[in-house]
């Protein structure tokens, strides 16, 4: 059986819509799947958990600027190409899925070197570093560029344009088939129970953490507070009927992510979508300043026009508890966001682009 390899890593959000992706392979049982990330980190315990063959190897993190960490990550990416191209030598996939992420770059290359199809997708609005790396593997091998937003295709040179598909984000069929009462199930929370799901990421995030701290008393005057902390910013705050803290949701957060009314969270790619799959009223509070390019900055705005959110920026206690309280009354502004968020999230992107990947590269180029 001939194989596909897929890559990406370094943080959820370059693996799970990837899973997505292969999960559609797998239900085709043409091609076998396979997976090259990060040996280190939790990369290889995600995908491991869905099934799929993981080979790790050494990773080194791009920067856009100075650090004393440079050079010996230089020298971890030229040792994870060689790694990479031992390992796609030996396996002779017919095509390589790129998720984006540091780690992608070396198999990327390694792919190219043996002419092997490069195929990528970039999440954000505008292309992070490994991606714009990426696209010349691309080119060079012949591959595809799938996109999240139409508006992508401008960050890209003309003579790549011919070669992007706009696929919408990948995500993973559990979200399209959550269940609410499910969810409540799994908190612990009656039926009729209205939720404000906090979401900050697998990781968590300070800032919004520390917000909901302070405002905590207002908020649950309207809703049952159902916080994921992230493992590095727990609180010592009083469990009750009102508020539920998490530390991580694993599998169960479709679920929960369904009985949810309204979310608060970061505007990171995977968490814009998986609401917009769920058809899911969202209050944005995008990662901004230094140490980040303005990518989730642009994906609230993008949301926020679409008219799925409501975007706090900067951010701050008394408009928070102010826009909670304004969806919490007004039913028609909340239908209208989750309308409006359904629509985004309706097109099946995992399965458009395990079909273009599923079909003998020839016939794509």
Not at 133 to 151: D, K, M, Q, W
Request: proline share 5%.
């Amino acid at each position: 059986m001939q194989s596909i390899v897929f890559s990406g890593g370094g943080s959820g959000g370059h693996i799970y819509p990837g899973l997505a992706v292969a999960a559609r392979i797998k239900e085709l049982r043409v091609y076998r799947v396979f997976w090259i990330g990060q040996g280190t980190g939790m990369d290889r315990s995600i995908v491991e958990n869905e099934g799929i063959q993981f080979y790790g190897i050494p990773a080194g993190r791009l920067r856009r600027y100075l650090s004393l960490k440079t050079i010996p990550d230089f020298f971890r990416v030229i040792a994870g190409f060689f790694a990479a191209r031992r390992i796609l030598k030996r396996e002779k996939p017919v095509l390589l899925f790129s998720k984006g992420g540091f780690v992608s770059v070396p198999p990327c290359a390694a792919a190219a070197s043996l002419k092997i199809p490069v195929y990528t997708h970039e999440s954000d609005i505008s292309p992070g570093l490994a991606t714009k790396i990426n696209t010349r593997f691309v080119a060079l091998s012949g591959g595809r560029i799938f996109t999240a937003y139409e508006e992508t295709s401008a960050f890209f040179p003309e003579a790549l344009r011919s070669r992007i598909i706009v696929s919408g984000q990948p995500v993973r069929d559990s979200f399209r088939k959550a269940d609410p009462q499910r969810g409540k199930t799994f908190l612990g929370v009656a039926a009729d129970e209205r939720i404000l799901l906090v979401l900050g990421g697998s990781q968590g995030a300070r800032e919004l953490n520390e917000l909901v701290k302070e405002n905590l008393d207002a908020l649950t005057r309207y809703y049952t507070v159902v916080h994921q902390t992230g493992p590095k910013n727990q609180w010592n705050l009083k469990q009750g009927s009102r508020y539920r803290s998490h530390t991580f949701i694993g599998k169960e957060m479709p679920d929960v992510l369904a009985a949810a009314e309204l979310v608060l969270g970061r505007s990171g790619a995977g968490t814009v979508w998986e609401c917009a799959v769920t058809g899911k009223p969202m209050i944005l509070i995008p990662l901004a300043g230094t140490g980040t390019r303005g990518d989730q900055v642009e994906n609230a705005r993008y949301f926020e026009k679409a008219g799925a959110a409501v975007v706090l920026y900067p951010a701050g206690g008394e408009g928070l508890v102010s826009a909670v309280e304004e969806l919490h009354d007004n039913e028609a502004k909340r239908s209208a966001m989750a309308a409006a968020s359904r629509r985004i999230g309706e097109k099946d992107a995992a399965s458009l682009i395990a079909d273009s990947l599923s079909r003998p590269p020839e016939e794509t180029r």
